[in-house]
């Protein structure tokens, strides 16, 4: 395996077997602690890691079934050239070696460095299709770095809620999840852990079990929702302006912990006022509720302790999302709620981490500033003809699926004169588009090491079985691709186990004790936070101040204000009520259960469960519209179209429709998707997507 390293290790199984510690690399809070059974050579079996404390021996049905992404016959195991048309249905493809493809690549990549537009005319895109240091980030950050490429805004999922975050708490810290389950009343917000945070649900079982209520604030009533005590469905994009409501019952009743506010938070005082005005009539009214829906449970988080937040990543994917997370996190400071381990607030817990980003990706090696492309906007990036973008290299991400306004995704991947390479493991929508594409390893092939966004442990993905086909892993390929574009530099040749060394070698006391050897042999180990802590009792937050900041200089420098306040969605009756009028539904496209983002739609279970797009509707919004439980439905606005199948009930508050998502384009009857009609707008800070501020218009296809 060369620079690869081959000790990957392995504890005892059964007679002729060996068990592999591994890693969950997929876009999800939990982060799985795996083992890998392996015979004679090849994979038999994946579970999840028994000793694990958080893992505690489950995987979700996703990755429970693994195998079948490792060993499926679609796979594609050899790199291939396209002949032909691009596009779904045209041209078709021939095998190629390894060593043309990356000679191909790297004699367009000198051709466009020599022409005007230079190297920054070359965009890597990628996301989080694994969330490995390695895979993720390291040798494909120096590649890019070292060409001088243009810079990817990688913002499309979770940038406007950490920003918002940070600005009152100071970066991606909160409750231990572990410590859920002591709670007595918590509040999932905009959250459906269900789907997408099932092993804090199980946590959250055992808090209900305890006698704790359970309460979901979200437009859609969801898997979680349903299991819910209480289900408080608001409009979307409103959330703001309800926890500013629920501030001002806690401060007019007085129902704040003045000892714990006076000791650790920054301007309380500015805030009582700024939230004077936001009264539960007016919230009620910007929301969509009762206004005693708002006092009863401003009035039951004051009073129920230990009281939490679970806030997730679907509140913020609109214009005010940011503004939206920076105020609900405020909440738990009034009411003293971190003075217990169960109590406070949790988002990600991205920052108990220290990772040694730069290490990793040597920012170091740009030969100087490069352009910048977002890439929630990549379809007006590529259609762009002051700056074109000449080249664009996918890997870890399926932008033809998963980014906004999709027409326009498709129309700048349907470019003759773009280059465009795809490393993945199947023909993607993107790569119908590519005109390379080249087989990667899944997460059974490959080492990485992997922290979370949903508990405190770092986890080792130690190899089972030798890369299938000619499978290459992203480090192996841009480590391949930087020997084919004379890149001498010594970090090209690090081997992978270097890198998992290096990723933990920051000096911080956030990582003590946390070391490579250990780690790959244990599979994981926690960070040195105190088990069943209330770290924030004393406040000690990463802001400037220390304390909580409901005032903040930091919101001011990022063009905020300075205190909490209300960003309403650019697409609502309220902002713009001609765009209302004849788009009148506001449309969410949240995770389905057996997808993740557009992972997994393509393999046997979300196809036998799903066969087919679905809308929710409710009720009153179909009987207006002659729409039946069945009926094949249009949603369509200005910026496009896509069909599915009615789902006619009460799950969707009035007035919302709820596609859940992603279909990949060419498995979906239309050969289209939600984000035909998504948006490019980003959010109000964090340059984040804006999936959920979207109107659309729902009508009966005629038969």
């Known amino acids: 395996m060369g620079a690869q390293d081959d000790n990957s290790v392995q504890v005892a199984g059964s007679a002729g077997e060996t068990v592999v510690r591994a890693a969950c690399p997929h876009d999800c809070p939990d982060t799985c602690a795996m083992e890998i059974t392996v015979r004679d050579g090849r994979a038999v079996q994946v579970r999840g890691a028994a000793d694990h404390p958080f893992t505690a021996g489950v995987l979700c049905t996703k990755v429970s079934r693994y195998l079948e992404r490792t060993y499926a016959r679609d796979r594609v195991l050899h790199p291939l050239r396209r002949v032909g048309g691009k596009g779904p249905g045209r041209g078709h493809w021939e095998q190629v070696s390894w060593d043309e493809a990356l000679d191909t690549i790297a004699d367009r990549f000198r051709q466009i460095i020599a022409s005007p537009g230079g190297a920054q005319a070359i965009l890597p895109y990628s996301y989080a299709g694994t969330m490995g240091m390695l895979q993720g980030s390291s040798m494909d950050r120096r590649f890019f770095n070292r060409l001088g490429a243009a810079d990817l805004e990688r ?32 509040l999932i917000w905009g959250s459906n852990p269900i789907t997408s945070n099932l092993h804090l649900w199980t946590r959250l079982q055992v808090a209900k079990r305890r006698g704790a209520r359970l309460i979901a604030i979200d437009p859609f009533r969801s898997l979680t929702a349903e299991h819910c005590h209480q289900h408080i469905a608001l409009r979307p994009g409103t959330d703001g302006a309800l926890a500013l409501a629920l501030m001002h019952v806690l401060i007019a009743e007085d129902r704040i912990d003045h000892e714990w506010v006076a000791a650790h938070t920054v301007g309380y005082e500015p805030l009582a006022a700024r939230v004077r005005d936001w009264t539960p009539e007016r919230a009620a009214a910007i929301c969509g509720l009762d206004a005693q829906v708002i006092v009863d449970l401003a009035r039951e988080y004051a009073s129920v302790r230990p009281s939490v937040i679970r806030l997730n990543y679907g509140m913020q994917r609109n214009h005010g999302g940011g503004m939206a997370a920076r105020t609900i996190a405020c909440l738990p400071a ?370």
């Open 334 to 703: 009034l009411v003293g709620a971190w003075r217990d381990p169960a109590g406070g607030v949790l988002l990600t817990t991205g920052d108990f981490y220290a990772m040694d980003h730069k290490t990793l990706e040597r920012p170091d090696l740009r030969p100087g500033p490069v352009r910048s492309i977002n890439m929630c906007a990549i379809g007006d990036a590529l259609l762009d003809t002051t700056a074109p973008v000449q080249a664009v290299f996918v890997y870890n991400s399926n932008p033809l699926a998963v980014a906004p306004d999709s027409s326009r995704v498709a129309a700048g991947f349907q470019r003759d004169d773009l280059f465009c390479v795809v490393h993945d493991v199947f023909i993607t929508d993107t790569a119908d588009y590519a005109d390379l594409f080249l087989p990667a390893t899944t997460q059974l092939e490959h080492w990485d090491v992997h922290k979370s966004y949903g508990h405190l442990y770092v986890v080792a993905n130690n190899p089972a079985i030798a890369p299938c086909g000619e499978a290459m892993s992203n480090v192996a390929l841009f480590r391949r691709l930087a020997q084919k574009m004379g890149f001498d530099d010594p970090c090209f040749a690090d081997s992978d186990e270097d890198l998992c060394r290096q990723a933990l070698g920051r000096a911080d006391p956030r990582m003590a004790g946390i070391d490579w050897e250990t780690l790959k042999a244990a599979g994981w180990q926690r960070l040195p936070v105190p088990p069943r802590s209330a770290p924030f009792a004393k406040g000690g937050f990463p802001t400037p101040s220390g304390k909580v900041e409901f005032e903040s200089a930091l919101a001011v420098a990022l063009g905020l204000d300075a205190l909490p306040d209300y960003i309403p969605p650019r697409e609502s009756a309220d902002t713009d009520p001609a765009l209302a009028s004849r788009y009148p539904l506001a449309m969410l496209s949240p995770p389905h259960r057996h997808a993740l983002n557009s992972s997994f739609v393509n393999q046997a279970l979300f196809l036998a469960t799903e066969r087919e797009p679905h809308l929710e509707m409710n009720h009153a919004d179909a009987l207006a519209r002659g729409i039946e439980e069945g009926s094949l439905v249009r949603i369509f606005n200005d910026r496009g179209s896509f069909q599915a199948r009615a789902r006619v009930g009460d799950s969707a508050r009035e007035g919302v429709v709820v596609a859940l998502s992603l279909w990949w384009r060419k498995l979906a009857p239309d050969g289209r998707n939600a984000n035909e009609v998504t948006s490019q707008a980003l959010t109000d800070i964090g340059a984040g997507a804006t999936f959920y501020d979207c109107l659309v218009q729902v009508e009966r296809v005629a038969r």
């Open 155 to 186: 913002t499309i999922c979770s940038s406007a809620g950490k920003a918002g975050v940070t600005i009152t708490l100071g970066g991606g810290v909160g409750t231990d999840p572990e410590c859920f389950e002591d709670a007595r009343l918590i």
